[in-house]
């Protein structure tokens, strides 16, 4: 059985902690080596996923649609509309009830048009605006180029709204043609972390010194779990550790493996519902490389879920690190199983805390902790200003010893409008966006220097640093127009002026 403590450690906090390896005493062992613990409710900060919104659960019709039913242009909560250029929807803050934060940690996870059941945004794509004499232009963009990001003070054209915090998709209308649809497809799913994804500190309370304050409270009726030193009866979702509404976020699989070019597999040997996420980086480098491999236009995989298993199909030979979170904010079951469960799931005990009066067995919205999925740990966090230049390196080391890391960023931009993205029939303007990062690699090099765009970024991972490199001083494009062959010229880059970063792990 999995070392699992229910009481007062060593510091006379009182606190629930659970060991990776049952030669560690969780009374004891200091909490500074927490590559030892699955679970330890003393963590200062708490990973969790807000909400995953399925894009294509809703469709727009021909004039604009607004959401709850009966609301309007200043009162939606999402809205939706569709144009000859394609489908758009926007998300207000409110449409995600638990979200603690203006702008939060987010990702986009896009499939391949026409149904398929392929994430692809990770791949790399060939992009040419249409105005380029005999394709002498244009760049090679990892996927996630394609979508918007998280704005602050939108404004819809149109007299269509306009949100102080949201988020603007986008798909075409050709959903079904990838080749001419690519990352764009209305079969996408936006994830939302309860972190911020701004330059402002996670909302968490610190954990206190102990004080005698009730901490603990698991009945056949109530799980809580304050962090040490905060009342579990008045606890704020801030002075959680753990509850029936503050689901950690359950790491199922955790690898870093070799891809065959082609088509291969991973087996998880759990069968994987619709809610799992998958978090990867793919490289073929001496370090981790995220979002992508800089050095390869041609590069990255494919990858979907079946059964028990992740299936990749890879564009070459490659590595792959990942993990797979699962969460499912669904309605808890009904029953009437008690907080503790313990079995044998064939391979090992399990022992598993439980949202109150659950079924048995639990469903997987049921399950708060399970002693075979560890939580996320937050490795690093933190923001910084990006500098102009070409190829800025910001070096952030963090102590990863004993742990599996993975990094997440989001790129700060200043004010600008759909014409910013290289998009003029986009109808909106920002005065700030977050966006997801992006490899952007001009296909011919300005000045002798500058193969990445102004945009591009990428981040080379160690067990114990990240180096961020930027581009900001660079040209967005560089092209020979059809009007006048043979005249060279370069458009601005919407630029990042800072980076959230995120490094997370979980124990090796």
Same mark, same amino acid.
């Given at each position: 059985?999995?070392?699992?403590? %229910?009481?007062?450690?060593?510091?006379?906090?009182?606190?629930?902690?659970?060991?990776?390896?049952?030669?560690?005493?969780?009374?004891?062992?200091?909490?500074?080596?927490?590559?030892?613990?699955?679970?330890?409710?003393?963590?200062?900060?708490?990973?969790?996923?807000?909400?995953?919104?399925?894009?294509?659960?809703?469709?727009?019709?021909?004039?604009?649609?607004?959401?709850?039913?009966?609301?309007?242009?200043?009162?939606?909560?999402?809205?939706?509309?569709?144009?000859?250029?394609?489908?758009?929807?926007?998300?207000?803050?409110?449409?995600?009830?638990?979200?603690?934060?203006?702008?939060?940690?987010?990702?986009?996870?896009?499939?391949?048009?026409?149904?398929?059941?392929?994430?692809?945004?990770?791949?790399?794509?060939?992009?040419?605006?249409?105005?380029?004499?005999?394709?002498?232009?244009?760049?090679?963009?990892?996927?996630?180029?394609?979508?918007?990001?998280?704005?602050?003070?939108?404004?819809?054209?149109?007299?269509?709204?306009?949100?102080?915090?949201?988020?603007?998709?986008?798909?075409?209308?050709?959903?079904?043609? @990838?080749?001419?649809?690519?990352?764009?497809?209305?079969?996408?799913?936006?994830?939302?972390?309860?972190?911020?994804?701004?330059?402002?500190?996670?909302? @968490?309370?610190?954990?206190?010194?102990?004080?005698?304050?009730?901490?603990?409270? %698991?009945?056949?009726?109530?799980?809580?779990?304050?962090?040490?030193?905060?009342?579990?009866?008045?606890?704020?979702?801030?002075?959680?550790?753990?509850?029936?509404?503050?689901?950690? /976020?359950?790491?199922?699989?955790?690898?870093?493996?070799?891809?065959?070019?082609?088509?291969?597999?991973?087996?998880?040997?759990?069968?994987?519902?619709?809610?799992?996420?998958?978090?990867?980086?793919?490289?073929?480098?001496?370090?981790?490389?995220?979002?992508?491999?800089?050095?390869?236009?041609?590069?990255?995989?494919?990858?979907?879920?079946?059964?028990?298993?992740?299936?990749?199909?890879?564009?070459?030979?490659?590595?792959?690190?990942?993990?797979?979170?699962?969460?499912?904010?669904?309605?808890?079951?009904?029953?009437?199983?008690?907080?503790?469960?313990?079995?044998?799931?064939?391979?090992? @005990?399990?022992?598993?805390?439980?949202?109150?009066?659950?079924?048995?067995?639990?469903?997987?919205?049921?399950?708060?902790?399970?002693?075979?999925?560890?939580?996320?740990?937050?490795?690093?966090?933190?923001?910084?200003?990006?500098?102009?230049?070409?190829?800025?390196?910001?070096?952030?080391?963090?102590?990863?010893?004993?742990?599996?890391?993975? /990094?997440?960023?989001?790129?700060?931009?200043?004010?600008?409008?759909?014409?910013?993205?290289?998009?003029?029939?986009?109808?909106?303007?920002?005065?700030?966006?977050?966006?997801?990062?992006?490899?952007?690699?001009?296909?011919?090099?300005?000045?002798?220097?500058?193969?990445?765009?102004?945009?591009?970024?990428?981040?080379?991972?160690?067990?114990?640093?990240?180096?961020?490199?930027?581009?900001?001083?660079?040209?967005?494009?560089?092209?020979?127009?059809?009007?006048?062959?043979?005249?060279?010229?370069?458009?601005?880059?919407?630029?990042?002026?800072?980076?959230?970063?995120?490094?997370?792990?979980?124990?090796?």
């Amino acid at each position: 059985m999995v070392r699992t403590m %229910i009481g007062i450690d060593s510091t006379d906090a009182a606190c629930i902690k659970i060991m990776k390896n049952d030669a560690d005493d969780p009374r004891t062992t200091p909490d500074s080596q927490r590559w030892k613990f699955l679970y330890n409710s003393k963590l200062g900060i708490q990973a969790s996923l807000c909400d995953i919104w399925l894009v294509n659960t809703f469709q727009a019709g021909s004039g604009p649609s607004y959401y709850p039913p009966g609301s309007n242009s200043a009162t939606f909560t999402y809205m939706s509309v569709t144009t000859a250029q394609g489908t758009f929807w926007g998300l207000r803050n409110s449409a995600f009830p638990t979200l603690r934060y203006n702008v939060p940690l987010f990702d986009v996870k896009a499939k391949k048009g026409g149904g398929s059941n392929r994430y692809n945004q990770q791949m790399v794509a060939w992009t040419d605006s249409g105005e380029y004499y005999h394709g002498q232009g244009g760049y090679y963009a990892v996927g996630n180029y394609a979508q918007i990001g998280w704005a602050e003070n939108m404004v819809l054209n149109n007299n269509l709204g306009n949100f102080a915090y949201g988020t603007p998709i986008i798909v075409t209308p050709n959903d079904g043609i @990838d080749a001419f649809n690519k990352f764009r497809s209305r079969d996408k799913r936006l994830n939302v972390w309860n972190l911020p994804g701004n330059n402002i500190a996670p909302d @968490d309370a610190p954990v206190l010194a102990p004080n005698g304050t009730k901490t603990i409270k %698991i009945s056949s009726t109530e799980l809580r779990i304050a962090k040490p030193g905060y009342n579990v009866d008045a606890a704020s979702v801030q002075q959680m550790a753990f509850d029936a509404s503050k689901l950690p /976020v359950k790491v199922i699989a955790a690898a870093d493996i070799a891809l065959p070019a082609g088509v291969s597999f991973y087996e998880t040997g759990i069968p994987l519902p619709d809610t799992v996420v998958l978090d990867v980086h793919f490289y073929d480098s001496a370090t981790i490389m995220y979002p992508s491999n800089p050095q390869v236009l041609d590069f990255g995989a494919e990858y979907w879920f079946d059964g028990t298993k992740i299936y990749f199909e890879a564009s070459k030979a490659m590595r792959a690190r990942f993990m797979l979170y699962l969460e499912d904010t669904s309605p808890p079951t009904g029953g009437s199983n008690k907080v503790l469960r313990q079995f044998n799931d064939g391979a090992r @005990d399990v022992v598993q805390f439980l949202r109150p009066g659950s079924a048995d067995p639990p469903s997987w919205a049921d399950i708060v902790i399970d002693t075979r999925w560890p939580q996320v740990q937050i490795l690093a966090q933190g923001y910084f200003n990006v500098s102009a230049g070409n190829d800025v390196i910001t070096d952030i080391p963090f102590d990863g010893a004993g742990m599996f890391p993975m /990094v997440k960023y989001l790129t700060h931009h200043g004010a600008g409008s759909g014409a910013s993205l290289g998009q003029n029939n986009l109808p909106m303007s920002w005065g700030a966006l977050w966006r997801l990062p992006f490899v952007k690699r001009l296909r011919y090099v300005y000045n002798f220097n500058q193969s990445h765009a102004g945009e591009s970024t990428y981040c080379e991972l160690t067990a114990n640093n990240a180096r961020f490199h930027t581009f900001a001083g660079n040209v967005g494009d560089y092209y020979n127009r059809s009007d006048s062959p043979g005249t060279w010229r370069t458009s601005g880059a919407y630029a990042p002026i800072g980076i959230r970063y995120y490094i997370f792990g979980v124990p090796a």
